[in-house]
């Protein structure tokens, strides 16, 4: 509460340079401007590059011929056979690994949300998917776990009785959703334990008091609840799932032929390996709207809560 | 008798919690003691779990590989990405957080939509500006680009730690009649520290593990370890032990940070949105 009055205070208080009122603006500029423009000329600046790419059909290999050719590789994305594929990949993948990450985390957070011997050894074990590299997780998992000779899977498996598989090549879709969701788990988990550590211990107990069952509780009180930590967490997971690369190119190369190629593995294909710059371009376009999408309803969020903070 | 099932329910779901969280930190733990073993050891079925330690993996591929070269290039782009993205972004921080304007909550939100901007958008032109402007591989060229990705992290983080900070005590620094300097240094910084920290962490732990950047625009002179450790991805030859070895010094840094980090994790993580 007290860092919330403060937040008040320094938003209605008068700026602290009273006698420089003046030079507050100037001052102001001048602290932030470097910033501002340091990440307009580093990231907007490439976007406008990629977007004049995007309508031309600029071949490394072929670079002599290299013409505008308007909104045409616009045109081929939406009638490229491939392209649906890809779009389904991508689908498949980020929904599956949000969905999974999303039910696993919020099982793991109401478990650590209880005061019991050994909870920060728990938390500190569970959160160590999210911060090992993420090349470093595919290399182990795909050698480690998903082979199917001497991994770790394979030998349960083989030693219950069941068949020999070779995870990465019969199920590459799942393989990689599994080494993602067991990345992007902790990182739920770590959100929506946040939510549950600032639920009123009173709303819960009232509603014991109205003889509410765990589900009862879990659904009309705790769920409500977590709803901004939910839209949060699935938000920005998203955008950083839709960026996962390292994973694909580590263990499936996005195949077997196109079955893991995302979108964002795509236009890595697309660019430095068939150097089709105008394509691969016009495909970035994509990939950036979709993401402002995404980061628009993120900051709606954010400011929402703000507000409501400002007000409460 | 109620209390008391309910006692036994409660101890009951703190061991499964933490039989969980074995099972989820196994595969990592399984790396670890790999690491220790001979290749021999570690290509058996079952597997073994008893064997006797050695470290000849890490002298192997500490000294036979480009190990530390990998390593000089990551802790070189790392430190300076985020010394320079402090040295931009903690001024920005302080003047959003301290001398709002009218445009400040926008400015945030446009600073925060940079980060989220995805690389592969931008990959291509940066790809053919660094092979024209001489960046292609290069330290600096990587560097420019982290510095980018810390940046807005850093003041969003910063301007929320900034935000909370006990106005009572900058103004009455301002009455003793200290200067701007003497406020921010004397004052402010030391308040700030553990944000500064959690900050530093975070940003250390984004470019440490960054992949898609630097395998595209570097090949050798300036590949970071994430570059290294795939290296390691085809399953050809006995190489389990070696490959576990690189593979937890390549990790383990990023992993202590975020363990002392963890309580301000989540706050970095999503940009203050959530306490």
Not at chain 1, 27 to 35: D, G, H, I, W
């Amino acid at each position: 509460m007290a860092t919330l009055e403060n937040r008040l205070r320094i938003q209605v208080a008068p700026p602290p340079n009273q006698k420089k009122r003046g030079q507050g603006l100037t001052f102001r500029t001048f602290l932030s401007s470097p910033a501002i423009i340091y990440l307009i000329v580093l990231t907007q600046v490439p976007v406008i590059f990629t977007l004049g790419y995007s309508l031309s059909n600029w071949n490394f290999l072929r670079p002599e011929r290299t013409r505008f050719v308007g909104a045409q590789n616009y045109l081929d994305f939406f009638q490229d056979a491939d392209v649906l594929v890809i779009i389904r990949n991508t689908l498949v993948f980020a929904s599956s690994v949000v969905l999974l990450s999303l039910i696993f985390g919020m099982l793991l957070a109401l478990l650590l949300n209880r005061q019991f011997f050994g909870r920060g050894l728990a938390r500190t074990l569970l959160i160590t998917p999210f911060l090992i590299m993420p090349t470093v997780s595919a290399v182990m998992w795909k050698n480690m776990l998903f082979n199917p000779a001497f991994g770790l899977i394979s030998t349960f498996v083989v030693a219950l009785g069941g068949p020999r598989i070779d995870w990465i090549n019969d199920f590459p879709m799942a393989s990689i959703v599994t080494i993602v969701t067991w990345e992007w788990t902790p990182f739920m988990m770590l959100i929506l334990l946040a939510g549950l550590q600032s639920l009123a211990q009173e709303s819960l107990e009232a509603a014991q008091i109205d003889g509410a069952g765990p589900i009862e509780t879990f659904y009309y009180i705790v769920l409500p609840h977590l709803r901004r930590y939910i839209e949060i967490g699935v938000l920005l997971e998203v955008l950083f799932v839709l960026n996962i690369f390292g994973e694909i190119f580590v263990t499936t190369t996005g195949g077997p032929a196109t079955d893991t190629t995302t979108l964002t593995f795509n236009i890595y294909l697309e660019s430095f390996k068939r150097w089709n710059v105008g394509r691969a371009s016009a495909y970035g376009v994509v990939a950036v709207i979709f993401a402002n999408i995404v980061t628009f309803f993120f900051l709606r969020i954010i400011r929402s809560g703000e507000q409501k903070e400002a007000q409460g | 008798m109620k209390t008391h099932r309910r006692k036994l329910a409660g101890h009951a779901l703190s061991v499964l919690t933490i039989l969980i969280a074995l099972l989820i930190f196994f595969p990592i733990f399984w790396m670890f003691l790999t690491s220790f073993k001979t290749e021999a050891d570690a290509y058996t079925d079952p597997p073994l779990l008893l064997f006797t330690p050695t470290l000849d993996n890490y002298q192997v591929a500490l000294q036979q590989s480009r190990y530390f070269d990998y390593l000089g290039n990551t802790i070189l782009i790392v430190g300076f990405s985020t010394f320079v993205a402090l040295a931009l972004g903690v001024p920005a921080a302080y003047s959003l957080a301290f001398y709002p304007g009218k445009r400040s909550n926008a400015t945030l939100m446009w600073v925060m939509s940079t980060r989220m901007l995805p690389p592969v958008g931008v990959i291509v032109p940066l790809y053919v500006i660094f092979k024209n402007l001489a960046l292609f591989d290069t330290h600096f060229g990587l560097i420019m680009l982290y510095t980018a990705m810390n940046l807005p992290l850093v003041i969003w983080m910063m301007r929320s730690f900034l935000a909370d900070l006990p106005y009572e005590i900058l103004e009455a620094a301002r009455i003793d009649g200290s200067s701007l300097w003497q406020e921010f240094t004397r004052i402010i910084l030391p308040l700030a520290l553990p944000g500064l920290m959690a900050t530093i962490l975070l940003c250390l732990i984004f470019t440490w593990n960054e992949f898609f950047i630097a395998f595209n625009l570097t090949i050798n002179k300036a590949a970071p370890l994430s570059v290294f450790i795939v290296s390691f991805k085809t399953s050809e030859g006995l190489f389990w032990a070696k490959m576990s070895a690189a593979a937890t010094i390549t990790a383990l840094p990023v992993v202590i940070a975020g363990w002392v980090a963890q309580r301000q994790l989540v706050r970095g993580l999503t940009a203050g949105a959530v306490k």
